[in-house]
T-cell receptor
Framework: AQSVAQPEDQVNVAEGNPLTVKCTYS??????LFWYVQYPNRGLQFLLK??????LVKGSYGFEAEFNKSQTSFHLKKPSALVSDSALYFC????????????FGPGTRLSVLP | GAGVSQSPSNKVTEKGKDVELRCDPI?????LYWYRQSLGQGLEFLIY????????KSGLPSDRFSAERTGGSVSTLTIQRTQQEDSAVYLC???????????????FGQGTRLTVV
């Protein structure tokens, strides 16, 4: 079965510093990996995905993520954090060998301090 | 449509009443998902549709919850005899099926905030 772990409930970073939000996954087939962001009182917004190809994928708002097959990880990164990046971030996986469902991690709350 | 549309955006109901939540997915998306989110918490999977059938309804919390999808498009989530613990934001998402396209991400609606008083 699929599963996603986000080991940190909360990440705090100073504005202008690089940020990393961690995600590890478990699937039986090939993983399709996603990051979503949720601002207060809003639905989830798609940030980026890894399906195939280059391990480093770039997405919206300057975010990027690196797929690491050997470590089964898909960490979200940004070189320079903004206060406006403060939100709840969810990692998700779809397994092309196991139905069509999305499995979401528990979420990581990012706080960027001015 | 341009995005996933959910209605109503807010619903306040009395304990014991039935409620119906609606989701209108992106045109052409055959996969549709319902999730529940308590305040500031993670996503709780409820049910997944592929076309009009529901291959995975394992997340429905009790037999008071049911969902249907007609015409491969609009879906309704029905909660009978609502309880206070049903209060949450109910999120709907739609996507293309995995494996047939690279555009496999799910797109979410803004949610329905249900409050049971």
């Amino acid at each position: 079965a699929q599963s996603v772990a986000q080991p940190e409930d909360q990440v705090n970073v100073a504005e202008g510093n690089p940020l990393t939000v961690k995600c590890t996954y478990s699937v039986s087939g090939n993983p399709y990996l996603f990051w979503y962001v949720q601002y207060p009182n809003r639905g989830l917004q798609f940030l980026l995905k890894y399906i195939t190809g280059d391990n480093l994928v770039k997405g919206s708002y300057g975010f990027e993520a690196e797929f690491n097959k050997s470590q089964t990880s898909f960490h979200l990164k940004k070189p320079s954090a903004l206060v406006s990046d403060s939100a709840l971030y969810f990692c998700a996986v779809r397994d092309d060998n196991y139905g069509q469902n999305f499995v979401f991690g528990p979420g990581t709350r990012l706080s960027v301090l001015p | 449509g341009a995005g996933v549309s959910q209605s109503p955006s807010n619903k306040v109901t009395e304990k014991g009443k039935d409620v119906e939540l609606r989701c209108d997915p992106i045109s052409g998306h055959t996969a549709l998902y319902w999730y529940r989110q308590s305040l500031g918490q993670g996503l709780e999977f409820l049910i997944y549709f592929q076309g009009n059938s529901a291959p995975d309804k394992s997340g429905l919390p009790s037999d008071r919850f049911s969902a249907e999808r007609t015409g491969g498009s609009v879906s309704t989530l029905t909660i009978q005899r609502t309880q206070q613990e049903d209060s949450a934001v109910y999120l709907c998402a739609s996507s293309h099926p995995a494996g047939r396209t690279l555009n496999t991400e799910a797109f979410f609606g803004q949610g329905t905030r249900l409050t049971v008083v």
